[in-house]
């Protein structure tokens, strides 16, 4: 079974405020990655990390940064959030590119 | 440009079959993923095809034709649980992994 978290599920906040999104597996996945998800639309891919000390950025152009210090942590911050930052977040983990990613719940951000 | 082409959505009965065609246009191949996902909830894995053919899992079978650019999923037996979206992704050159943008799937009695 999969073993992927995300805290927190639900985040309503104001503009300008700092956040951070907290990920964690335990699976020792090497590759972690950020997504972002409007309803019925599709996955973003935001920032992505191939192990401990490595992060990229996506396709998607974001205001956010991440940092991977250890494997199984891989925390998404927003140094200041705005109305077009609502959105959902999701954190996936791969073994490797050819293996699946096994998808956190997710954490549905609204600013007002 | 890369580009993975869905339907944007399919209805289809309680019981019967169904087919979900995803063609793409990537910047190389290694591999495609079939996932699942309920709304509000996280893309959950179905499948995965490197080689041409049809692999089985259950209900589910997913087929792959790499000269064509091409893939479906079918779904055997539809459940009312099956009204999901179903997302095509294709593991480029680069190994970095190309999203559709799903099909909506919805099921009737």
């Known amino acids: 079974e999969a073993d992927i978290y995300q805290t927190p599920r639900y985040l309503v906040i104001g503009t300008g405020k700092k956040i951070t999104l907290e990920c964690s597996q335990t699976m020792g996945h090497d590759k972690m990655y950020w997504y972002q998800q409007d309803p019925g639309m599709e996955l973003h891919l935001i920032h992505y990390s191939y192990g401990v000390n490595s992060t990229e950025k996506g396709d998607l152009s974001s205001e956010s940064t991440v940092s991977r210090i250890r494997t199984e942590h891989f925390p998404l911050t927003l140094e200041s959030a705005r109305p077009s930052h609502t959105s959902q977040y999701l954190c996936?983990?791969?073994?490797?590119?050819?293996?699946?990613?096994?998808f956190g719940p997710g954490t549905r951000l609204t600013v007002l | 440009g890369q580009n993975i082409d869905q339907p944007t959505e399919m209805t289809a009965t309680e019981g019967a079959i169904v087919q979900i065609n995803c063609t793409y246009q990537?910047?190389?191949?290694?591999?495609l993923f079939w996932y699942q996902q309920h709304a509000g909830e996280a893309p959950t894995f179905l499948s995965y095809?490197?080689l041409d053919g049809l692999e089985e899992k259950g209900r589910f079978s997913s087929f792959l034709s790499r000269s064509k650019g091409y893939s479906y999923l079918l779904l055997k037996e539809l459940q009312m649980k099956d009204s999901a979206s179903y997302l095509c992704?294709?593991?480029?050159?680069?190994?970095?992994?190309?999203w559709g943008a799903g099909t909506k799937l919805i099921i009737k009695p």
């Open positions: 992704a294709v593991l480029d050159s680069n190994y970095q992994l190309i």
């Open positions: 990537t910047s190389g191949f290694n591999g």
């Open positions: 095809n490197v």
């Open positions: 996936a983990s791969s073994g490797s590119e050819y293996n699946e990613q096994f």
